[in-house]
Every structure is written in C-alpha cells, then in structure tokens.
C-alpha cells in the first residue's frame, strides 16, 4: 500500500478538514519516528494516516476503530496496519506489542495537544512554537481539555521516549507540514 492508496480512502471516508489535519498530523509524527528508528517511513506513515478514517461513520467507542477494519481489508490495507489501528484504542483488547504500534499511540493525543498550543499563540504557527508553551498549557487541565495527559503520558513511557523529548520531536514532524496543517509560515 503506497501513501496514494491510503489518502484515497482518508478522502472516501473523511469530510472534516479538522480531523484529515489530525490524521496527517500522526501521519507525520509517525514518519518521523520510522526514520528515527530506522523503520519502514511509508508503513509506519499510512498507519497514522488511516488511524482515524472511520470517526465519522463509527463515531463511538462500541464501533471505532473496530467496525473500520473490514472497510480496510476490503480496500486491501495489510493486516500489520490493521492492527496497529486497532491497538490504538484500548477498548478493542488488542495489545501493543510492536513499535509501530507504540508509536501510533503515543503520536496520537499529542498532535491534538501541540495543535492547540499553536493555534492559541499570535503567530498561529509551529515555526515558533517551544516545548516550553507545551509544558505551561500542560499543567492547565482545563485547556485542551479532551487531550487526556494521563493517557499521553502512559502512551509515550510504553514507546520509551521523554515525554518532552517526545512533544520536541512531534511538534519537528509537524512543522514539516506545517502550512497542510493550516498554520501560518513565518519563513516561508
């Protein structure tokens, strides 16, 4: 599966620029992390693309992201990304076991987060944005509320990374699609 093929059933399935900017977002960090790790950069980046493809047909949790898998098969995405996208969401019982499969969850919540951030400073950009804007809205629980830090935190400690570490090396993935994510460049 190239990454022609995944954005095709991202673009099937998704109407909300929200939620493709989400998905791309992972895509990246999870790019980023496959170079690091000298691992498969297309595997591990259509993984994060498809991640959440099916959120608007299976809104809940009875039916995201398992009543996707099917929908992936049939679109003949391997198993190995099936899996990793059903290990994302704890309440399917598959575990984590691979990198690729840490990675994606530990990539996930985070990109929501550093998003956030972004989009609450007066540059409305990640060219500028420092880890340290991060740590401060971390501690404000009511900021970004529904990016849940304790899930984060338990996410990026199974991928053994710093969790700060971590948020500097997302936030590097996401800058490199900076303007595709909808921020301001400022040295364009």
Not at 15 to 22: A, G, M, P, V
């Amino acid at each position: 599966m190239n990454r022609e093929n995944a954005l095709a059933i991202v673009e099937q399935y998704v109407s909300n620029e929200n939620l493709i900017r989400h998905m791309l977002a992972v895509e990246a960090a999870m790019r980023f992390y496959a170079n690091k790790y000298d691992q498969d950069a297309e595997l591990w980046g259509n993984t994060g693309l498809l991640h959440d493809f099916d959120w608007e047909i299976h809104p809940t949790l009875e039916e995201h992201p398992q009543a996707g898998a099917p929908i992936l098969r049939e679109n003949g995405v391997p198993e190995e990304i099936i899996r990793a996208i059903l290990s994302h969401a704890d309440h399917t019982g598959v575990p984590r076991e691979t990198l690729m499969e840490k990675a994606l969850l530990a990539c996930d919540e985070i990109t929501g987060l550093i998003t956030a951030v972004a989009l609450v400073r007066p540059s409305r950009s990640l060219d500028d944005l420092k880890v340290k804007s991060v740590k401060k809205k971390w501690k404000d629980r009511s900021f970004a509320a529904g990016a849940d830090r304790e899930e984060i935190a338990r996410a990026v400690e199974d991928f053994g990374v710093d969790l700060w570490e971590h948020t500097t090396n997302v936030i590097l993935a996401m800058r490199t699609i900076g303007t595709e994510l909808g921020f301001n460049q400022l040295n364009p």
